[in-house]
């Protein structure tokens, strides 16, 4: 495969160091990674290795993807072992022109990133504070001032607030869990961002659970097991994205336990997200698991009608428009499982607006949003939504139709007798007469009683293992869209 090449001038020993690197690297891989926005050479008589790259995100991609390809392309031209260095360059980047220059070190011997010179970063290669909203689009790190706080997500969110700026002093763990798309991942970067920016000799590893499982089973295939524990070891602050993905994983699960162990030993803080309550990961080990149930452990639960009309607000004022707010409530008011579904939404409606210069009408927005504003899915069968209840909460199926009026059965009714009317065709009736022969006013009432339920900020009702109704119900939804989708 022909390297790619540049119309900028080549640093030392460049075209050799690609001609290899692309014999290293699978060609797809390496075309997507090493494009023209990528530099190498070889500075200080070979030994070290400059990767120049348009952003530190960027660059962080790449350390954790190749650093030993890299490495061993620099030995093959040079005939010694190279230092790998990544740096922001200014003339890859013209965003950057008035940054400071950022790099960080990587040692050959024990991929273990080195010291920072003077003029240099630590390994999360933070660069000076320039404004939070600066320094953020630079290194794709979203922040704080760009979260939309609501109650489904206001302990989440002072606690990853709290955590940032008490770095050093924070108790245990800080779990942050809820379903796809309800801002855990902003929240993570947010977090990432103000520790950086307050603690600036921090040493920051953030990565999703998955990357973690890759290095590690890369470090022993390369029988590296000793830099990648120092490495990850070592670090003030870790940041674990996607958690969940280690369910299952015992080998991984017990080398991040011993990972969790070490940071917080030496006073680090360990932060992690995933997709429900600890209590409910299954497959996960009760080790890590009580581990993340001692400590902070926050939700971020659907968005009630007021924070989905701020998320709307707030989106719309970053790109320039002010929506009027009968348009703002058609967007919002649909409840919708995430935040993803609002954006989308926004989206489809900014997009047309600036493509066809389209001046925006409540009716306008029906009409295009059609679908996508009333949100129709399949209608799942009352035993489909039964079975789903029944596997969600851990009872029998026969418990729902039977008569029994214990806590833990009767609130699993209702939300089934709920997502019948709203997923399913059958009548109050017909629901009644399925679950135990009951007449439609008590259908009726259920249904009635859920909506108040997800109309509250703080529901009554307790459902085990989740913090609201609203989780609850997200979970059903999602539950049943997939039993839609494989049956």
């Not at 971020?300 to 707010?325: C, H, M, N, W, Y």
Request: glycine share 8%; net charge positive; hydrophobic share 40%.
């Amino acid at each position: 495969m022909t390297p790619a090449a540049s119309t900028l001038p080549s640093l030392p020993r460049e075209s050799e160091l690609r001609a290899v690197l692309a014999e290293l690297v699978e060609p797809s891989r390496y075309a997507l990674w090493f494009g023209e926005e990528v530099r190498l050479g070889l500075l200080d008589g070979g030994e070290t290795l400059e990767v120049q790259v348009p952003n530190e995100a960027f660059g962080h991609r790449l350390e954790s993807r190749f650093t030993d390809s890299l490495i061993e392309s620099a030995r093959r031209v040079s005939g010694r072992d190279s230092r790998l260095r990544f740096r922001v360059s200014d003339a890859l980047d013209d965003q950057s022109r008035s940054q400071p220059t950022a790099t960080l070190v990587v040692d050959p011997g024990s991929k273990s990133v080195a010291a920072p010179r003077p003029g240099m970063s630590e390994r999360s290669a933070s660069v000076a504070p320039q404004g939070s909203a600066a320094l953020a689009e630079r290194r794709g790190l979203r922040t704080f001032d760009e979260f939309v706080v609501g109650p489904c997500n206001q302990l989440a969110h002072a606690a990853a607030l709290d955590a940032a700026r008490g770095l050093g002093r924070s108790c245990g763990p800080l779990v942050l869990h809820g379903a796809v798309g309800l801002g855990k991942t902003h929240l993570l970067e947010s977090l990432h961002h103000l520790a950086k920016r307050l603690h600036p000799s921090a040493r920051i590893l953030h990565l999703t659970a998955e990357a973690f499982t890759n290095r590690f089973l890369e470090a022993i295939r390369g029988q590296n097991l000793g830099g990648f524990r120092a490495r990850h070891r070592q670090a003030d602050l870790l940041i674990v994205d996607d958690a969940h993905f280690l369910a299952a994983k015992r080998a991984t699960q017990d080398e991040f336990l011993h990972t969790y162990n070490a940071v917080s030993s030496q006073g680090g803080l360990v932060v992690v997200a995933v997709d429900r309550h600890p209590r409910r990961l299954e497959r996960m080990s009760d080790e890590l698991r009580t581990r993340f149930l001692g400590g902070v452990v926050a939700p971020l639960t659907v968005p009630d009608q007021e924070t989905r009309r701020a998320l709307i607000r707030s989106k719309a004022a970053a790109r320039g428009v002010a929506l009027p707010e009968e348009i703002v409530a058609l967007l919002a008011d649909p409840p919708r499982a995430s935040v993803r579904e609002l954006e989308g939404a926004l989206n489809v409606v900014l997009a047309e607006v600036r493509l066809t210069g389209r001046a925006l009408s409540p009716l306008w927005v029906r009409e295009r949003l059609g679908e996508l504003l009333t949100a129709p899915r399949s209608s799942p069968s009352l035993a489909t939504i039964e079975r789903t209840v029944a596997r969600v909460f851990g009872i029998a199926p026969e418990a729902l139709r039977g008569q029994t009026r214990s806590r833990a059965v009767t609130g699993p009714r209702m939300l089934a007798m709920y997502l019948a009317r709203r997923r399913g065709r059958a009548s109050y009736a017909e629901i009644g007469r399925h679950f135990g022969g009951r007449n439609h006013s008590t259908v009726m009432a259920a249904e009635k009683r859920v909506s108040a339920w997800l109309l509250r900020s703080h529901d009554p009702y307790r459902f085990p293992g989740f913090d609201s109704a609203a989780e609850a119900l997200a979970r059903l939804e999602r539950e049943l869209d997939g039993d839609e989708a494989s049956g």
